[in-house]
């Protein structure tokens, strides 16, 4: 069988192990020791149809080549420890948002947009089953009407063990706590669009510089500013991941008895269901929701993990705009470094 002409230019080029800081639909930006370098993809990991949208995320770990008279290109992606994803709805495939993240930041807004619980949950799902340490951030905490209301949620995910800040980055509440929790390996940031994700990551680390903008006027919520998932050396060790915003997120993958697990507080209860294979939606003597409605669960949890199981979107009559494709460039910017 005759080599594919790459394949044997690779086998007189240099090797060398990269990260994934960034990618585009030709090209990745890989960061090869203290070098950015623009890396084409080798055949080996061109997309094709499969569970993922993509088959080289930012975060991937890489073995590229350099062959000779050639730019360096990526031949293989190493095994992963894991990855944060959700359901790309036009091709309801798996869509990786980052791969190997040790953190992740779920960040909301207190205001404008509004607190959004549900897509907290989802994230929340996700980063269990990516067995990733989950934040829970609520920024924007100066303009909150109501900060009783805010202390109550921050209440909840506290009382599930999950660690909650609550930050504001016009009077700088809460970024020095989150700044110190947050050391090596790759943070990732994700939330809705406008709850100030760039913002809050360039107040973490100074020498960031990420766009932002303001709220849209038409739909009161956020708009895109950042466009792809990118990688930046973080000035307390690791990397930030920047994302793009969502309007929703999918869960994919996962059957209703196999959600269920990811809510912590669900745990308890789910041997003591009836039926092994209890859904906890319609079934007689489920456990889950009967402690739901005795108060053991709180009833705002057990709503959310309905809507999941059922494919009800986490804000009924939302009609502002789709969200964007998360965690690739549509185009290529032809940068390299």
Request: hydrophobic fraction near 35%.
């Amino acid at each position: 069988m005759a080599r594919r002409p790459e394949q044997a230019r690779g086998r007189r080029g240099a090797e060398a192990e990269g990260l994934v800081c960034a990618i585009s639909v030709r090209h990745a930006k890989v960061l090869v020791g203290d070098r950015l370098l623009r890396c084409r993809y080798g055949f080996d990991v061109r997309d094709r149809e499969g569970p993922f949208t993509r088959t080289v995320a930012a975060g991937d770990r890489v073995r590229i080549e350099t062959p000779p008279r050639s730019e360096p290109l990526i031949a293989s992606v190493l095994p992963r420890t894991n990855y944060l994803s959700r359901l790309h709805g036009p091709t309801r495939r798996e869509q990786i948002i980052v791969a190997n993240p040790d953190r992740i930041l779920i960040v909301s807004a207190a205001a404008e947009p509004s607190f959004r619980p549900r897509l907290v949950d989802r994230v929340l799902v996700a980063s269990e089953r990516a067995g990733a340490h989950a934040v829970v951030v609520v920024n924007k905490v100066d303009l909150a009407g109501d900060r009783a209301e805010v202390d109550d949620w921050a209440g909840l995910y506290r009382a599930l063990g999950y660690a909650v800040f609550l930050t504001s980055v016009a009077t700088g509440e809460g970024i020095p706590e989150l700044r110190e929790s947050l050391s090596g390996g790759i943070t990732v940031a994700c939330g809705q669009s406008g709850v100030g994700k760039s913002s809050l990551l360039a107040a973490l680390d100074s020498r960031l510089e990420l766009r932002t903008q303001p709220i849209s006027e038409r739909w009161g919520k956020g708009q895109h500013t950042t466009t792809r998932v990118e990688l930046f050396p973080f000035v307390g060790g690791g990397f930030l991941a920047d994302t793009p915003g969502v309007k929703s997120f999918g869960i994919a993958g996962l059957e209703a008895s196999d959600v269920a697990v990811f809510f912590r507080e669900f745990q308890p209860f789910i041997e003591s269901c009836r039926f092994h294979s209890c859904t906890h939606t319609h079934e007689p003597d489920c456990a889950v929701a009967r402690a739901a409605v005795e108060g053991r669960i709180d009833p705002r949890r057990f709503e959310s993990y309905l809507r999941i199981v059922t494919g009800e979107e986490p804000e009924a009559g939302d009609d502002s705009p789709a969200d964007e494709d998360v965690g690739e460039d549509a185009g290529d910017d032809g940068s390299e470094s």
